[in-house]
């Protein structure tokens, strides 16, 4: 439930049912954000990483098959697990609801990785580099992570306070979903979504004219708590429900007008 | 129980001194081979440092390895020197005498090989001063106390400084007979580690009253301290197989077994490289043996307990951990024959090698025994850690494997030639037996008559 002390409650709604597993916002991703580039070396070592990334699972028996794809990306709990395992407190939860990691402070214990029932969390085995020809296209509003740190998908916070910069302090509005979609502030994977499955948001109420697109799936979530998905008037749940983490990020379940028989 | 014939204390004194006043011709080779690993460990963690964590066998799923396998293995075999010191000494176990020195000084070197493990798994080791001490006052940031990774330290480095003092203490009265014995610096260091002791009745009952008292306020700590390293998984929600209460009981008595069997294989060692067949004898290796077969049995309770536990919530992400724990599956290591080997090297084989009393009086089966014990429980802290983290969650897509490379390999090896061969510099400047501990053992012990029988008895005045 968003705190009516944030000053902005950023959430996100994954549409499973618009997702086409087309990896267009993992590049995207990849190219916003400085993510190193995964080598064969790095997928033979199995340290490839992605800051979002395509599940993609097998629904059904050969040659009765449907794939299935779940991009995960960080749920931004607002009770994380990752967050009280620090011991240097590189990541900790800041007033916009996000889950914030301090490159600068982490010594890499990797408890944090390990606490995170996602996944999303990543460990820098090695110094990243890129190609020569490739160097300039860095992104300079975000930190090029050295080796040995943990990094995460940040909701493009760099986006985000560009946006605040130029909206709240120039133009004297408010960031809201209007600014945000006007202003192209959106994460890079919401922006590079050619399906528009990812919708990306403010909840908090106070600060918007009207309330957000995604929040009506967030208060169905949260009226109809633990596994009453049933219950629910949209499709939307959260991962691991069970773990009581309370992601910030909900998801559309699929919906399937031709389901396999003896399916699940 | 007390077997052996009651020595004149100059000979105590002569025999137990050997190995500091004569140089044994197999010490320094010795010494040099076992120095020569730990410095390739060191030029390893050098390089390791120098190009990233990159060369170890750890990758995105797996992030804790060998390292803190070795970890929580060195910590495990540090419980040694307060259950047989402290406890032993509550309970007047009189044959504890001879092994309480080394246990303790096991304990404080496994203890600093220990602390060495999660130093240098961290990404940047350089930076670690962030984490326990000193507290970054400059910024205002302070260690975020709801961390297992903060009790940790706190928990073991006060285990290592009131071991350490317990040491000290049990060893300032053979400070003063090194004091007696030797000559030029020597002396003076001696002179000044015995702190003016002299013998008279005052000092003695000073060391008594330090050691008991020691002893007692020790036991909260032997507790803690392994409790709190098992917290390290214990409070991990996200990995199943380690999301579990049991851990704090399971790993104390885990760690008491695989501690004991190493003093045990320690005091065999010894006795064997410095002839103290006088001092430790047949008897105390055999009473140990039958200490060690309780703490075997309490700790096989709680390895099926924990996997009972494990089971019974019948969860879907814990029981695939467990499928790859127990059932052939199809990664490449197949952790199921390693679950086989390890419960059975480290229960079955050595408790029916204690059983009979002439195989524990045996010392090369006594040996075997020990040995296997301890490779067992190194196995049984990666058998435990390594397959939680491969399947992880729910989330089949993420799951993966972990195969150690060669520097894990080499500094965990080196991990056992550095506790040796601080053990043994240790015996060549300290006796490793405590002097006035069998002196006072022969003193209090008398003989009393049972029915027609003679047998040997322990008395104390309190």
């Keep these: ?264 | 129980m007390q077997e052996g014939k009651v020595l004149p204390a100059a000979q105590i004194n002569r025999d137990l001194l050997r190995s500091i006043l004569e140089t044994p011709q197999w010490f320094w080779p010795v010494v040099s081979l076992l120095g020569a690993i730990v410095l390739a460990a060191a030029i390893t963690i050098g390089i390791m440092i120098n190009t990233g964590l990159g060369i170890t066998g750890l990758n995105y799923k797996v992030v804790w390895g060998f390292f803190i396998t070795n970890f929580v293995f060195w910590i495990g075999i540090s419980h040694a020197g307060v259950m047989l010191s402290a406890i032993l000494r509550l309970a007047k176990a009189e044959w504890r005498r001879p092994a309480t020195r080394a246990a303790e000084v096991l304990t404080i070197f496994s203890l600093m090989t220990a602390m060495i493990m999660p130093i240098i798994h961290t990404g940047r080791p350089w930076r670690i001063l962030y984490w326990a001490f000193p507290y970054d006052f400059a910024r205002g940031i302070w260690p975020n106390i709801r961390t297992p990774l903060v009790w940790d330290p706190s928990a073991i480095l006060t285990y290592l400084t009131s071991s350490t003092l317990f040491v000290i203490i049990a060893l300032v009265p053979d400070f003063a007979v090194l004091r007696d014995r030797t000559t030029g610096w020597p002396k003076l260091v001696y002179t000044l580690l015995a702190m003016g002791w002299e013998g008279n009745p005052r000092q003695w009952k000073l060391q008594i009253i330090a050691g008991v008292l020691l002893s007692a306020l020790i036991l909260p700590v032997f507790v803690s301290v392994h409790s709190i390293v098992s917290w390290d998984f214990g409070m991990a929600v996200a990995i199943k197989s380690w999301h579990s209460t049991v851990f704090a009981p399971y790993f104390v008595v885990g760690a008491v077994h695989s501690g004991v069997s190493a003093v045990v294989f320690a005091m065999i060692l010894l006795r064997w490289a410095y002839g103290w067949q006088d001092y430790i004898r047949h008897e105390h290796i055999d009473a140990l043996g039958r200490l060690l077969i309780v703490v075997a049995t309490g700790w096989f309770y709680f390895l099926v307990m924990e996997i009972i536990f494990g089971i019974y919530g019948l969860e879907g992400d814990e029981l695939a951990v467990r499928a790859l724990q127990f059932l052939p599956g199809d990664y490449g290591v197949a952790y199921n024959v390693w679950m086989i080997v390890f419960v059975g090297i480290t229960y079955f084989l050595p408790v029916i090698l204690w059983l009979p009393k002439a195989w524990r009086r045996n010392l090369w089966i006594m040996s075997a025994a020990c040995i296997s014990v301890n490779v067992g429980m190194w196995l049984e802290r990666y058998l435990l850690f390594v397959p939680g983290q491969a399947n992880k969650q729910f989330q089949t897509f993420t799951w993966n494997d972990y195969l150690p490379q060669w520097p894990e390999a080499l500094i965990v090896g080196a991990t056992f030639a550095f506790v040796s061969m601080l053990m043994l510099l240790f015996s060549r400047v300290f006796p490793l037996v405590p002097l006035y501990d069998i002196k006072e053992g022969d003193i209090l012990r008398t003989e009393i008559q049972v029915g027609r029988r003679t047998v040997p008895a322990t008395f104390r005045e309190d």
């Design chain 1, 1 to 264: 439930m968003p705190n009516a002390s944030y000053e902005h409650k950023w959430g996100m709604v994954v549409d499973l049912d618009k997702c086409t597993g087309c990896q267009g916002c993992v590049i995207a991703c990849q190219a916003e954000n400085n993510i190193p580039i995964n080598t064969k070396d790095y997928f033979l070592q199995r340290r490839a990483y992605e800051w979002i990334r395509i599940e993609r699972y097998w629904e059904g028996e050969y040659p009765n098959v449907k794939a299935r794809f779940m991009p995960v990306l960080c749920q931004h709990c607002e009770n994380a697990p990752c967050e009280p395992v620090c011991p240097v407190y590189a990541t900790y939860h800041n007033e916009e609801g996000l889950n914030v990691q301090v490159y600068n402070r982490c010594v890499g214990t990797r408890y944090c990785i390990n606490n995170c029932p996602y996944q999303v969390r990543m460990f820098n085995y090695w110094h990243p580099n890129w190609p020569a020809r490739l160097e300039n296209q860095l992104n300079p509003d975000v930190t090029v992570r050295s080796r040995g740190i943990t990094e995460k998908c940040t909701f493009c916070v760099q986006r985000i306070r560009r946006g605040e910069l130029k909206v709240e302090s120039q133009g004297g509005q408010r960031l809201n979903d209007d600014t945000i979609a006007a202003g192209n502030y959106d994460p890079a994977c919401v922006q590079a979504c050619p399906t528009n499955a990812l919708m990306f948001g403010d909840l908090s109420e106070d600060r918007q004219p009207s309330p957000s697109a995604i929040k009506p799936y967030f208060d169905d979530v949260n009226a109809h708590p633990g596994h009453g998905e049933h219950d629910r008037e949209t499709r939307g749940y959260r991962l691991l429900e069970e773990m009581n983490t309370r992601p910030s990020v909900i998801y559309l379940k699929k919906v399937d007008p031709y389901p396999l028989k003896g399916g699940h």
